[in-house]
């Protein structure tokens, strides 16, 4: 068979060499975590849906080439975090019209619990109730974060149905993963301007925003000093796949400057490439065991703690 991923019309690193796809018994990058003191990974960046709505993303993927990785049911994709010594994940998902956020969250709270490790993060629109739902999944789910796409929603993040639902957010310090930036697929409302504009209204807002914000990567680096609660995750971005741009040997240093504000995110279950690549990557970058450690495990178990 073809592997599909010569077809792509987003780059790789090196045309027609390709990271292995399927996992090995033990992901190569095992041995190197008792090196580095790592006890296990947090991810701050996995996806969950229901299955019939995950198929629907599946399907776009497809028409772009992108190979998923790990298009398995749930329970084996959860195995494969396990086996990869993922430990602790995300359950990120978001809605793309109206009234669909709402029964996300409660679909991730009725499930959540059978994927062990999982840390339960919602989801909101721009809509009248958004405030309702949101303060729900945190006083009586108990959910520990939510989750934006700025390019899928297509919403103004300055949209003032955001309003009471940012207020509340900031005010209660909860974790915010946003897709902001511009790759793989530039938005009407995704791009450093948008971002800049929130955080300018809600300066204690604690945000991650997902694939370090590329492809405008040193811009919104830029502003973590600003901010003491604004982080990034590392999301797609030291891979050998560059559908979120071109500038990772830039921002490796950035990693090194920045490590208390940086998070390991990986994208799984739908990446075109085994998760111990990125893993592996990581690991191997020209940075300190300490920010090895911080953006892999300690970063992550801090945010998720209780
Ligand atoms: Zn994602």
């Given at each position: 068979?073809?592997?599909s991923?010569?077809q792509s019309p987003f780059?790789?690193?090196?045309?027609?060499?390709?990271?292995?796809?399927?996992?090995?018994?033990?992901?190569?990058?095992?041995?190197?975590?008792?090196?580095?003191?790592?006890?296990?990974?947090?991810?701050?960046?996995?996806?969950?849906?229901?299955?019939?709505?995950?198929?629907?993303?599946?399907?776009w993927f497809d028409s772009v080439n992108w190979a998923?990785?790990?298009?398995?049911?749930?329970?084996?994709?959860?195995?494969?975090?396990?086996?990869?010594?993922?430990?602790?994940?995300?359950?990120?998902?978001?809605?793309?019209?109206?009234?669909?956020?709402?029964?996300?969250?409660?679909?991730?709270?009725?499930?959540?619990?059978?994927?062990?490790?999982?840390?339960?993060?919602?989801?909101?629109?721009?809509?009248?109730?958004?405030?309702?739902?949101?303060?729900?999944?945190?006083?009586?789910?108990?959910?520990?974060?939510?989750?934006?796409?700025?390019?899928?929603?297509?919403?103004?993040?300055?949209?003032?149905?955001?309003?009471?639902?940012?207020?509340?957010?900031?005010?209660?310090?909860?974790?915010?993963?946003?897709?902001?930036?511009?790759?793989p697929k530039?938005?009407?409302?995704?791009?450093?301007?948008?971002?800049?504009?929130?955080?300018?209204?809600?300066?204690?807002?604690?945000?991650?925003?997902?694939?370090?914000?590329?492809?405008?990567?040193?811009?919104?680096?830029?502003?973590?000093?600003?901010?003491?609660?604004?982080?990034?995750?590392?999301?797609?971005?030291?891979?050998?796949?560059?559908a979120?741009?071109?500038?990772?040997?830039?921002?490796?240093?950035?990693?090194?400057?920045?490590?208390?504000?940086?998070?390991?995110?990986?994208?799984?279950?739908?990446?075109?490439?085994?998760?111990?690549?990125?893993?592996?990557?990581?690991?191997?970058?020209?940075?300190?065991?300490?920010?090895?450690?911080?953006?892999?495990?300690?970063?992550?178990?801090?945010?998720?703690?209780?």
């Amino acid at each position: 068979m073809t592997d599909s991923r010569f077809q792509s019309p987003f780059a790789w690193k090196t045309p027609g060499e390709f990271p292995p796809i399927l996992d090995e018994e033990v992901p190569p990058h095992i041995p190197l975590l008792e090196k580095y003191k790592i006890p296990y990974i947090v991810d701050i960046h996995t996806h969950i849906f229901p299955e019939h709505v995950m198929k629907l993303i599946w399907r776009w993927f497809d028409s772009v080439n992108w190979a998923i990785a790990y298009r398995q049911d749930a329970l084996e994709r959860m195995a494969a975090l396990k086996r990869n010594k993922v430990l602790q994940y995300t359950t990120l998902n978001y809605a793309h019209k109206p009234g669909m956020a709402s029964w996300l969250n409660d679909w991730t709270f009725e499930n959540f619990s059978r994927w062990e490790g999982s840390i339960p993060f919602g989801t909101f629109f721009p809509e009248p109730e958004a405030f309702d739902y949101v303060r729900k999944a945190v006083e009586e789910y108990q959910f520990k974060g939510f989750k934006l796409h700025c390019e899928v929603g297509r919403y103004d993040l300055n949209a003032k149905e955001f309003a009471p639902t940012f207020e509340y957010l900031e005010k209660n310090l909860i974790p915010i993963v946003i897709h902001t930036g511009n790759a793989p697929k530039k938005g009407k409302f995704t791009g450093i301007a948008f971002f800049k504009d929130l955080m300018q209204r809600y300066p204690k807002l604690k945000v991650i925003v997902a694939h370090m914000g590329a492809d405008e990567i040193l811009e919104y680096t830029k502003l973590l000093s600003r901010y003491e609660n604004l982080s990034l995750d590392t999301t797609m971005v030291f891979v050998d796949f560059l559908a979120t741009g071109m500038e990772t040997e830039q921002a490796v240093p950035l990693l090194e400057i920045h490590q208390d504000q940086i998070y390991f995110g990986s994208d799984f279950p739908n990446i075109p490439y085994n998760l111990s690549h990125p893993i592996l990557n990581l690991l191997n970058l020209p940075i300190t065991d300490s920010a090895k450690r911080k953006i892999l495990y300690e970063n992550g178990k801090r945010l998720l703690a209780d």
